[in-house]
């Protein structure tokens, strides 16, 4: 069956694309489309067209098989001026997700209908490019360059409401989409032709300071990144150059973004996210269905967790020991919401909805019919163990008993119950209605189900979730801790804290481990250092640096001093560290030098690379890509540069190699280069 077939009903030619799942621009598609406007063009008969999709949805954007591969003839953007061309009306008819090439598609057109549930999107920019058909031209012209540029920036998608409010579509309709599609089309007869390339009402009166904020504004939250400083230039380009030379400014922009090393990086990131989908261990393993849960601890994270839940529409409840702790976190709750209607990320009606789904309640047995229940509660590992018993003994078969702990021990957690193989690891990161990455972690009994059901949860949730082994800290906190160790083994040395963190921002980190270590807490941190001395004697390396500073009561930015002393969020240095550091460095008979900032990147980079490789030897990851995800997603490592083992191998596994093993012969054997690290290097390539 063809990918594009043509038809006609009187003198409307029906073009319709059938290219399961998404109807994605497959190079037969574009050849498809191009033929069905030219024949019908050529066809006496023919009053207007109308280009309508099978199945779920219209054209979703481009085929992700052919990404990385020479493009096929023809080119999105001959079909663009094939519609361009014609005499005659095209008419959109447009459902389910209108995305990147299938909007640039519809905006070629002259006309464009939609069902009420449609979502429209240029989501190229999480790729590292633009939309590269006309759309940094197009968009502009439909709706002004401010949307156009908030559209084409974030990536993010609206709904057709919105879309028709800001003209992106002329009509929503009801129904059967083809018969209104085509009652759209008869009214455009002989009206005269609107084409989108000649429109100029919208950008006509462009203000230049709208693209000076964009700039700015971008320089603070994408420092770095090409992609967004090539957008702004393609839509401002699009409101001061006729169409024909915009586009050619678009194609230069395109070109350049695809030849950066970011484009790789994020694309690595976009096949592993799909990739970590898929574990071989579960083999036929089936997903239960969950239609309720509960969240045991009203605190910050349980709360956090209780809203993933509301917003994927699940009915969920949340367990706390007392009334007032149940409405400390409900307040928590509500203000969360309010925030976000205040911001525009949610509408009043859809956070109303989410808080209806939240209940509240001091009682187990009303959680005991509940098909999952997640822990979120003080991470001690026999207040954790007393808890799943109690769960063991209310839940009903079947419900699956998981925990939030970011660093304990699974299995000893399972040991508590009755069934192990139904207790498994959801590790959210905080805020958990923020954060994007959920590391589901597998006991020694957790059985094919139990984890199939876990992994269906993060998709339902919205998550980018990846399998972990059961170890301390799993992928992302554990790999954070040598990260961490190094830092504070560079200031022994003379790195500022400043410094540290400059180098590190400037690689793309939002912020520097110095000042991260204050946001989260240094009682959080110096506890979890703590835990883990006394679970594993001889684990951790001295931390007197954080020693002093938790024992002097400087608990991070929350109290006003920390690493770094607070004016409002404002870092500023304070000599009592300054001395702190100078006191340390003298009872340990170290000469305090300058380090380079170079060096400060290489051993924080190095460090990080190192465990990674670990982490995958071990197999406590399956593969490179969910490390990278995990370090990403859990981190804020810089999307652009992919992840520490995209890096990595973007630096060259051999070089990264040959300075870990540097590194440890310096310090004495205390790196330990990774075994799997140095064959990798042998072969140029992380293993598959």
């Given at each position: 069956m063809p990918a594009v077939s043509r038809h006609a009903i009187d003198d409307i030619a029906i073009i319709t694309v059938d290219n399961p799942p998404v109807n994605a621009l497959s190079g037969e598609v574009r050849g498809g489309i191009l033929n069905a406007i030219e024949e019908a063009v050529a066809d006496p008969s023919i009053a207007a067209l109308v280009l309508i999709c099978a199945g779920d949805t219209f054209i979703a954007g481009a085929d992700i098989s052919e990404f990385g591969k020479p493009a096929k003839s023809p080119r999105l953007a001959e079909v663009h001026q094939a519609m361009d061309a014609s005499t005659k009306p095209i008419i959109a008819a447009m459902h389910g997700t209108v995305y990147g090439g299938g909007l640039e598609t519809a905006l070629a057109c002259t006309g464009r209908v939609a069902l009420p549930g449609t979502k429209f999107a240029l989501p190229e920019v999480k790729l590292g490019i633009l939309p590269g058909a006309g759309g940094t031209q197009r968009l502009p012209r439909v709706v002004g360059p401010e949307r156009a540029l908030d559209m084409i920036l974030s990536g993010d998608p609206i709904d057709a409401k919105t879309a028709q409010d800001v003209g992106l579509v002329d009509e929503i309709v009801s129904g059967d989409l083809?018969?209104?599609?085509?009652?759209?089309?008869?009214?455009?007869?002989?009206?005269?032709?609107?084409?989108?390339?000649?429109?100029?009402?919208?950008?006509?009166q462009a203000d230049p300071q709208l693209?000076?904020?964009?700039?700015?504004?971008?320089?603070?939250?994408?420092r770095g990144v090409l992609a967004p400083v090539k957008i702004i230039e393609c839509v401002e380009a699009a409101c001061s150059l006729p169409f024909d030379e915009g586009m050619k400014a678009e194609a230069a922009a395109l070109q350049e973004c695809m030849e950066s090393p970011q484009r790789a990086a994020l694309v690595h990131l976009f096949f592993a996210e799909r990739a970590a989908r898929k574990i071989p261990e579960l083999g036929m393993a089936k997903p239960r269905d969950i239609r309720s849960g509960a969240i045991v601890g009203a605190g910050t994270m349980g709360?956090?967790?209780?809203?993933?839940?509301?917003?994927?529409?699940?009915?969920?409840?949340?367990l706390d020991v007392s009334m007032d702790a149940l409405d400390r976190g409900r307040s928590v709750i509500e203000k969360n919401y309010a925030v976000s209607v205040k911001r525009g990320s949610f509408s009043e009606e859809a956070a109303a909805s989410s808080l209806s789904r939240i209940s509240y309640s001091t009682e187990y047995a009303d959680i005991a019919d509940c098909d999952i229940v997640i822990e979120a509660v003080f991470e001690d590992l026999d207040i954790k163990r007393n808890l799943f018993a109690k769960l063991d003994a209310t839940m009903k078969s079947g419900a699956i008993l998981a925990t939030n702990t970011s660093t304990l021990d699974i299995d000893e957690i399972a040991a508590a119950t009755s069934r192990p193989e139904a207790v498994c690891g959801t590790h959210f990161f905080s805020p958990a209605n923020v954060m994007r990455l959920l590391e589901n972690v597998r006991g020694a009994k957790s059985s094919p189900e139990t984890l199939a059901t876990a992994m269906d949860l993060g998709r339902r949730l919205g998550k980018v979730t990846v399998l972990a082994g059961n170890c301390d800290g799993f992928i992302a906190n554990r790999m954070?801790?040598?990260?961490?160790?190094?830092?504070?083994?560079?200031?022994?040395?003379?790195?500022?804290?400043?410094?540290?963190?400059?180098?590190?921002?400037s690689f793309g980190f939002?912020?520097?481990p110095v000042a991260v270590r204050d946001l989260v807490g240094i009682d959080t941190s110096w506890r979890i250092r703590d835990q883990r001395r006394q679970l594993r004697p001889g684990s951790q390396p001295p931390t007197p640096l954080l020693d002093?500073?938790?024992?002097?009561?400087?608990?991070?930015?929350?109290?006003?001093?920390?690493y770094y002393r607070y004016e409002g969020r404002k870092a500023l240095s304070d000599p009592a560290v300054e001395k702190m550091i100078a006191d340390i460095a003298l009872d340990m008979g170290v000469a305090r030098k300058p380090v380079s900032d170079d060096e400060i990147r290489d051993r924080l980079m190095c460090a990080l690379v190192n465990e990674a490789a670990k982490i995958l030897e071990e197999g406590i990851a399956l593969r490179a890509g969910?490390?990278?995800?995990?370090?990403?997603?859990?981190?804020?490592f810089p999307a652009w540069r992919g992840g520490p083992l995209h890096w990595a191998q973007s630096e060259g596994l051999q070089s990264v190699y040959d300075r870990i093993s540097a590194f440890d012969a310096r310090f004495n054997g205390s790196w330990r280069p990774s075994l799997l690290l140095k064959e990798a290097a042998e072969k140029g390539v992380w293993p598959r």
């Open positions: 083809q018969d209104a599609a085509i009652a759209f089309a008869r009214r455009a007869v002989g009206q005269p032709i609107s084409r989108v390339k000649d429109r100029g009402d919208k950008i006509a693209f000076a904020d964009a700039r700015a504004k971008v320089a603070k939250s994408a709360g956090g967790i209780a809203m993933c839940f509301a917003n994927a529409g699940i009915p969920v409840t949340v954070q801790a040598p990260y961490g160790n190094e830092t504070d083994r560079l200031i022994e040395e003379g790195a500022s804290l400043e410094q540290i963190d400059r180098v590190m921002t939002a912020m520097g002093r500073i938790y024992a002097a009561g400087r608990m991070g930015q929350k109290t006003g001093e920390g969910d490390v990278d995800l995990a370090y990403v997603y859990g981190y804020g």
